[in-house]
């Protein structure tokens, strides 16, 4: 028997959904309910993470993912500039760094600051405590990541804008901070989001520092939790947890891309 | 830096400029008096866009010299800032700020560059919007505007730097031919108001009515120029005779396939005005 067009797309659609829906069914039957509900969700024990959950862990790890990603913000932006530079060791050392943290994980560079600067520099604190090592320590990966995605930003302006800076007599470093930077960040506010959210994950890394009750963050509290209760309830409320940051934080972006649509 | 008011807007003294092993522009001599407006015409790859760009030192020459208002633009110390202050620049492709309000377009610079207050900056800015007819757009964002709009705008940008000199780069050529006029008749109201003018342009009827003088470039040379009545009525090369026909003519010289046996354009001022080229 021969099918029509039609008739094919809508036997070859239908069978998609079957294999959705069987999947889905296979899952739901086999599985053990009763003790899932019990590893995963036992009420007594969500109750007991409130509200330290929210009002430290919660808390810390926005904390820590600002400090982070501000000091990488900062940072990756000088690096990004110096890739662009006309001087030449400025580019190099750019290059260098960028190539060598992209490489290494960040929980390796956590330790190096974390325990490698009170080392080399036993006079001074790093500002901020437990803060402060882990926004310059995960800061310092995420600025290698996002020099290369300011870089590019920054390429992708045309080149016309420069020169209409240039011929209304802006000097080349004022038709940079005016006119250039500004477009190129809101092009990479998308790139820039993506860091950010895998910055919220890689706070977690936090604990490699010892942290104590009150620098907690959230994953190392679930964690604890799971230790204390032999339970693993605590760690479904630490992913939902932050999704509580992520998801919010992708619509808001969507919003700020439509709003600057209108000025590109 | 004196301005010498006796000295032309323009100087340009034995100009090369070579991309790579391309040479571009092969020995140019050129002046534009004070008040003159120019009209450089030319097939694409002439040199017209790059002679252009020189002027206002977006192309660094490979050999000649420069001169602005009586300052050498191809002086290795000169305050390219400062000089460029009184040269107005107009691109093809418009080149306005899109992350800024059209009226924050024209007083960004005013403020950067010239530390003029906000209010006084604005002032200005509304007084050329006004200037070129878009008094009601200062508040939107460039990517809302016509064409045609966005290269007024542009105008009215660099006007409000008040320069001495306007330089046009094909200004109208990314444009629909509809909105072609607007763009014009604010180019011939400026011409009007005295203001000295290079404008590299397709438009041949622009540049009869409202050149003082026309300057045919081809293979990196000026090959004639003079009045535009000579130039354009009565040229004296056959190179120009042959680009005018091309551009005036364009279907009768394909269906021709050479340019050589193309008819001579019609003798005297009075050029033939098809829809694309009519002011």
């Known amino acids: 028997m021969k099918l029509r067009r039609r008739q094919r797309e809508r036997l070859s659609l239908g069978i998609q959904y079957l294999v959705f829906v069987a999947i889905i069914a296979a899952v739901l039957v086999a599985a053990d309910w009763g003790r899932l509900a019990d590893a995963f969700f036992r009420v007594d024990i969500i109750e007991s993470m409130f509200p330290t959950i929210i009002t430290v862990a919660l808390r810390n790890t926005i904390l820590y993912t600002v400090g982070a990603f501000a000091f990488g913000l900062v940072f990756g932006t000088v690096l990004a500039l110096m890739r662009l530079s006309r001087v030449a060791p400025y580019r190099w050392v750019a290059t260098a760094y960028i190539e060598l943290f992209r490489g290494l994980p960040a929980l390796l560079v956590l330790f190096l600051v974390g325990y490698g600067i009170p080392i080399a520099f036993p006079e001074r604190e790093i500002p901020g405590g437990v803060f402060g090592s882990i926004a310059i320590g995960l800061g310092l990966t995420a600025a290698a990541y996002m020099a290369e995605t300011i870089r590019a930003g920054i390429q992708a302006v045309p080149k016309g804008q420069m020169e209409a800076a240039r011929t209304l007599g802006m000097s080349h470093v004022t038709a940079m901070r005016t006119i250039v930077i500004p477009q190129a960040f809101r092009i990479v506010i998308p790139p820039l989001t993506n860091e950010l959210i895998l910055l919220t994950k890689d706070s977690s890394l936090a604990y490699v520092l010892g942290v104590t009750a009150s620098t907690i963050e959230v994953t190392k509290f679930g964690r604890d939790m799971l230790n204390d209760r032999v339970n693993a309830t605590p760690l479904l409320v630490a992913g939902l947890a932050y999704l509580v940051i992520t998801l919010p934080l992708s619509q808001v972006v969507r919003r700020l891309e439509l709003r600057y649509a209108k000025a590109r | ?279």
């Not at chain 2, 017209?48 to 633009?73: F, H, Q, Y």
């Not at chain 2, 207050?117 to 200005?124: D, L, S, W, Y």
């Not at chain 2, 006029?181 to 342009?201: C, N, S």
């Not at chain 2, 005018?244 to 394909?254: E, G, I, K, N, Q």
């Open chain 2, 1 to 279: 830096m004196t301005t010498t008011p006796s000295r032309p807007a323009v100087e340009i003294r034995d100009l090369h400029k070579s991309f790579g092993a391309l040479e571009v522009l092969k020995g140019i001599d050129f002046e534009v008096g004070q008040g003159e407006v120019v009209c450089v015409i030319g097939p694409s790859g002439s040199g017209k866009s790059t002679l252009l760009r020189c002027v206002d030192l977006l192309e660094e020459p490979t050999a000649g010299r420069i001169w602005v208002n009586g300052v050498e633009m191809t002086d290795p110390d000169v305050e390219i800032d400062a000089v460029r202050r009184g040269i107005g620049m107009v691109f093809q492709s418009f080149n306005l700020f899109p992350h800024l309000t059209v009226l924050n377009n024209l007083t960004v610079a005013q403020r950067r560059v010239l530390r003029r207050g906000r209010a006084e900056a604005e002032r200005i800015a509304r007084a050329n919007l006004e200037r070129v007819g878009l008094s009601d757009k200062a508040d939107a964002f460039p990517a809302q505007l016509s064409g045609g709009q966005q290269q007024r705008a542009a105008i009215a940008r660099s006007l409000s730097m008040e320069p001495k000199l306007m330089l046009f780069d094909e200004p109208t050529s990314a444009l629909d031919p509809e909105l072609v006029g607007d763009v014009l008749t604010v180019m011939r109201k400026l011409a009007e108001d005295g203001m000295t003018m290079m404008v590299v342009t397709h438009e041949m009827a622009f540049a009869r009515d409202v050149a003082d003088r026309v300057v045919f470039m081809d293979g990196g040379v000026v090959v004639e120029q003079g009045p535009p009545q000579e130039v354009l009525g009565a040229p004296k090369h056959e190179r120009t005779r042959a680009f005018l026909a091309r551009v005036l003519d364009p279907t009768r010289v394909a269906r021709l396939g050479q340019p050589d046996e193309s008819p001579a354009p019609p003798e005297g001022p009075g050029l033939p005005t098809d829809g694309r080229h009519i002011v």
